[in-house]
Antibody, heavy 118, light 106 residues
Framework: EVQLVESGGGLVQPGGSLRLSCAAS????????MNWVRQAPGKGLEWLSY????????YYADSVEGRFTVSRDNAKNSLYLQMNSLRTDDTALYYC???????????WGKGTTVTVSS | EIVLTQSPATLSLSPGERATLSCRAS??????LAWYQQKPGQAPRLLIY???NRATGIPARFSGSGSGTDFTLTISSLEPEDFAVYYC?????????FGQGTKVEI
């Protein structure tokens, strides 16, 4: 079964850091681009970041550029999101999603919750 | 930056009725548009890609159309499990953007 499982969420104070992980299984991970998408409570979807299969192409939304860093370890079938300088408006459910043909996202994890609060 | 605007924000319909959801792009995006369904407490699910292609396992009652700036998701006859929020999405120069969503409610 094709599956993505996020982990690493939790409660963190403003200005703090957190590292999210996404474990992939059921498919060959390395050729696929991967995305991070978040959803604030009661709000819509916000695309955050994309990383190509070989990590040679990385993009960020303006809202997180310079604070968040995406990476991957193909040997471990894992995707990561290092989040620094967290703000209260970063509070959200964070999803990882497999990229389909550089266009859309065909496999999603269930998400991990990040709460930024003092 | 391309902006996607969905309408209406909420669509109130009954099972068996036809649902028509709109997504308008701020500039032409050819057919590079996807639609997702999200039910409460669940992750989004890809329904339609490249404006009109159903993703794997998506029932035939879901169809997408449009090109350029105007796109439509149609659900021909609503089933109880179709009441959800629907998002359109486009990627431009590797960066993704979503519409704000349309809630289809009973």
């Amino acid at each position: 079964e094709v599956q993505l499982v996020e982990s690493g969420g939790g409660l963190v104070q403003p200005g703090g850091s957190l590292r999210l992980s996404c474990a992939a299984s059921g498919f060959t991970f390395s050729p696929y681009g991967m995305n991070w998408v978040r959803q604030a409570p009661g709000k819509g979807l916000e695309w955050l970041s994309y990383i190509r299969g070989n990590s040679d192409t990385i993009y960020y939304a303006d809202s997180v550029e310079g604070r968040f860093t995406v990476s991957r370890d193909n040997a471990k079938n894992s995707l990561y999101l290092q989040m620094n300088s967290l703000r209260t408006d970063d509070t959200a459910l964070y999803y990882c999603a497999r990229d389909r043909a550089n266009s859309d996202m065909d496999v999603w994890g269930k998400g991990t919750t990040v709460t930024v609060s003092s | 930056e391309i902006v996607l605007t969905q309408s209406p924000a909420t669509l109130s319909l009954s099972p068996g009725e036809r649902a028509t959801l709109s997504c308008r792009a701020s500039q032409s995006i050819s057919i590079s548009l996807a639609w997702y369904q999200q039910k409460p407490g669940q992750a989004p699910r890809l329904l339609i890609y490249d404006a009109s292609n159903r993703a794997t396992g998506i029932p035939a009652r879901f169809s997408g159309s449009g090109s350029g700036t105007d796109f439509t998701l149609t659900i021909s006859s609503l089933e109880p499990e179709d009441f959800a929020v629907y998002y359109c999405q486009h990627r431009n120069n590797w960066r993704g953007t979503f519409g704000q969503g349309t809630k289809v409610e009973i």
